[in-house]
């Protein structure tokens, strides 16, 4: 016999779009951030052709689907554009501050 979740914690695939949709638009904002930090952060290499410049590029395509992916994992479209809206902002207020704080 199977026992079964509460309501709450049970995932359905009710409200498909607004997972899909946090996942896609605030989920890019998320990649673009996390790349962004990598890239400022990472070994200091000048150039659009060094390795940590094609690394960063390479690297925003399975992010962004890592993030979409694991989107429909949230209860509902609201909570999922506040944690993935949520941790951009942070994310971009880091790499936004990085460049006063950081050479």
Known sequence: MTQRLPKAQ???STNWFGKA???VIAGYLLTIAICGIFSRFGPLEVGFFSAQAQI????VAPVWALILSFCFL???GRRAWAWLGGASVVLWGILLLSRFFVG
């Open 56 to 59: 960063t590029m390479w690297l």
């Open 21 to 23: 949709s946090a996942g």
């Open 74 to 76: 949230f209860q509902n």
């Open 10 to 12: 049970q995932l359905s």
